[in-house]
């Protein structure tokens, strides 16, 4: 096989990593739009890696290290620079005792950095798991940086005001980051045309399908946060069941 065809996987992999500088780049630059859109481009492209490598029957260890490191960037290191940047936005600088040192962020906003650190806790966990293939244990990565980017896109001031609240920020990022490690089983969204149609899990996966259409048709972006909860709970309905 050409060696140019067989690195496509990896050249989306890399496209996938540079989303995630850009991203990166665009937060300290103050465009946390342009920052979200770039993670939500990454996530889009890391979808299709994975895709390419099935199709073209060249999964192999190396494609899956550097999709993780990618993963890490994109949707570990990304988002948690939105929410460092939001978090610093409503609270002042602090000094620290009597050697009057002044921070350029308030000491709350590292809280976000709890995102990369549990984001790279569950890749390095995921790639050593060989039971993820058609379900994950833990919240992955990618549902974690969808979340967390889509609060600065929100134009509703009803929503805004909750979501830009720091007390509700800090529960984000403890929240999203527990859940990234935890144990609990939540299934793929892809669907599995080998199982039938009408099978329990197909029929969850359709009924989020159309629960997140209809929130998107309400709501718009501010919807995504509760299409993420969403996925969640029916995970868990469907572990019950």
Same mark, same amino acid.
């Given at each position: 096989?050409?060696?140019?065809?067989?690195?496509?996987?990896?050249?989306?992999?890399?496209?996938?990593?540079?989303?995630?500088?850009?991203?990166?780049?665009?937060?300290?630059?103050?465009?946390?739009? =342009?920052?979200?859109?770039?993670?939500?481009?990454?996530?889009?492209? @890391?979808?299709? @890696?994975?895709?390419?490598?099935?199709?073209?029957?060249?999964?192999?260890?190396?494609? !899956?290290?550097? @999709?993780? !490191?990618?993963?890490?960037?994109?949707?570990? !290191?990304?988002?948690?620079?939105?929410?460092?940047?939001?978090?610093?936005?409503?609270?002042?600088?602090?000094?620290?005792?009597? *050697?009057?040192?002044?921070?350029?962020?308030?000491?709350?906003?590292?809280?976000?950095?709890?995102?990369?650190?549990?984001?790279?806790?569950?890749?390095?966990? *995921?790639?050593?798991?060989?039971?993820?293939? @058609?379900?994950?244990?833990? =919240?992955?990565?990618?549902?974690?940086?969808? *979340?967390?980017?889509?609060?600065?896109?929100?134009?509703?001031?009803?929503?805004?005001?909750?979501?830009?609240?720091?007390?509700?920020?800090?529960?984000?990022?403890?929240?999203?980051?527990?859940?990234?490690?935890?144990?609990?089983?939540?299934?793929?969204?892809?669907?599995?045309?080998?199982?039938?149609?009408?099978?329990?899990?197909?029929?969850?996966?359709?009924?989020?399908?159309?629960?997140?259409?209809?929130?998107?048709?309400?709501?718009?972006?501010?919807?995504?946060?509760?299409?993420?909860?969403?996925?969640?709970?029916?995970?868990?309905?469907?572990? !019950?069941?």
């Amino acid at each position: 096989m050409n060696a140019i065809i067989r690195n496509i996987p990896n050249y989306i992999t890399i496209a996938n990593l540079f989303c995630g500088v850009l991203s990166i780049i665009s937060t300290f630059s103050n465009q946390l739009s =342009l920052a979200a859109f770039f993670i939500f481009l990454g996530i889009f492209l @890391d979808f299709f @890696d994975g895709f390419f490598a099935r199709l073209l029957k060249i999964e192999n260890e190396f494609g !899956l290290q550097l @999709d993780s !490191l990618a993963d890490l960037v994109t949707s570990g !290191l990304a988002p948690s620079f939105i929410l460092f940047k939001l978090l610093n936005a409503n609270n002042t600088t602090q000094l620290f005792g009597e *050697f009057s040192f002044e921070t350029p962020f308030s000491s709350i906003s590292l809280i976000a950095f709890l995102i990369p650190i549990f984001a790279a806790l569950r890749l390095a966990n *995921f790639n050593i798991d060989k039971n993820q293939k @058609d379900s994950f244990i833990g =919240l992955p990565t990618p549902m974690t940086a969808i *979340f967390i980017a889509s609060i600065p896109l929100i134009k509703s001031e009803f929503f805004n005001s909750i979501y830009s609240n720091t007390s509700t920020l800090c529960i984000i990022s403890v929240f999203l980051s527990i859940l990234m490690i935890s144990k609990l089983n939540l299934f793929s969204i892809k669907v599995n045309f080998q199982e039938n149609i009408s099978s329990q899990l197909n029929m969850m996966r359709l009924f989020m399908l159309i629960s997140s259409l209809i929130l998107l048709f309400f709501f718009n972006l501010a919807a995504i946060p509760f299409i993420v909860v969403l996925y969640i709970i029916l995970s868990i309905i469907n572990n !019950l069941l």
